[in-house]
């Protein structure tokens, strides 16, 4: 029977998940469809169900139900476990649903894909402390990173992010933007800078020194003013494309087995995006 897969949240109809794995369906000549559903939150448990008893073999799960999904799965990877938040779904031969977060690993193999490990033992700033940051903060420590320094408007939720990692501590904006120059990673999670959402920039990045390392999750635009000015202070910048292809790559991978190409990917959605 032909496999199929799918992504689940509301809005939807922007995700671009379904371009990026029916053409990885394709290159790897596997017969299997990848559709977008428009799912409201009330009607989650439903959809979870019809989803299973229409022979789904995976999907997505984005906002906002990346937490509210949990108690209709039947089990979760460490990554879900960890995050409290689910962003793939994957049906095991028995029907079983197993949950798991590949939003954070995604981080840390784009940041990889480019630089390199060579952002390894330095000191980080994570600018953010909701979803996303959590996911990135978990990854980057799993992965040998850090010490890292949290910072957020809301400073409570940094003191919260950092007492569940090992070595973490917070800091608030203001402190963060003083001691800017001493960090050699800086990853920017939170909303300031999407488009249409909200312009401006988290903090003032002025004193971020010119071999800093520094990356932002969004990827629409491009380049956030953030970024923008990060690299015309001298620094290495890295966007939210590459994120995106390698959450999607880790859930491709846990559903076929097989890892798609992500180089080419990145450039052609930067081409779509740009
Ligand atoms: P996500 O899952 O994408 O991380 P989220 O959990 O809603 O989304 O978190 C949004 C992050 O952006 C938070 O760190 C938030 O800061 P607060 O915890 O203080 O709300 C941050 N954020 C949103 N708007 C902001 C703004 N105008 N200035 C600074 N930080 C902002």
Redesign the pocket.
């Known amino acids: 029977m032909k496999k199929w897969y799918a992504v689940i949240g509301d809005p939807i109809a922007q995700s671009m998940s379904p371009g990026l794995h029916g053409a990885w369906f394709d290159d790897n000549a596997i017969d299997a469809t990848y559709i977008p559903l428009h799912i409201q939150a009330e009607k989650l448990e439903q959809a979870v169900e019809s989803l299973k008893s229409l022979g789904c073999n995976g999907w997505n799960v984005t906002v906002p139900h990346k937490n509210a999904i949990i108690p209709f799965l039947d089990r979760l990877d460490p990554s879900a476990e960890q995050m409290g938040a689910v962003n793939t779904v994957h049906v095991l031969p028995d029907g079983i649903l197993v949950g798991s977060n590949t939003d954070g690993l995604g981080f840390v193999q784009s940041l990889e894909e480019a630089y390199g490990e060579q952002c390894k033992g330095r000191k980080v700033l994570l600018i ?6 959590r996911g990135i903060a978990f990854a980057l420590e799993h992965m040998g990173y850090g010490p890292i320094v949290i910072t ?3 400073v409570e ?1 940094a003191q919260q992010l950092a007492a569940n990692l090992e070595g973490a501590s917070a800091q608030s904006l203001a402190e963060a933007e003083e001691t800017l120059a001493d960090y050699g990673l800086i990853v920017q ?4 800078g999407m488009n249409f959402a ?1 312009e401006g920039m ?1 903090l003032n990045p002025k004193n971020i020194a010119a071999d800093a390392v520094v990356a932002d999750i969004i990827y629409n635009p491009l380049e956030t003013e953030f970024l923008e000015q990060a690299r015309n202070n001298g620094a290495k910048t890295l966007n939210g494309v590459g994120m995106f292809v390698h959450q999607g790559a880790l859930a491709f991978q846990k559903w076929t087995g097989i890892r798609p190409a992500t180089e080419k990917t990145i450039e052609k959605i930067t081409a779509i995006v740009g």
Do not use: F, I, Y
């Open positions: 953010g402390a909701g979803g996303a940051a957020n408007r809301t939720k999670t939170t909303s300031v909200q988290p």
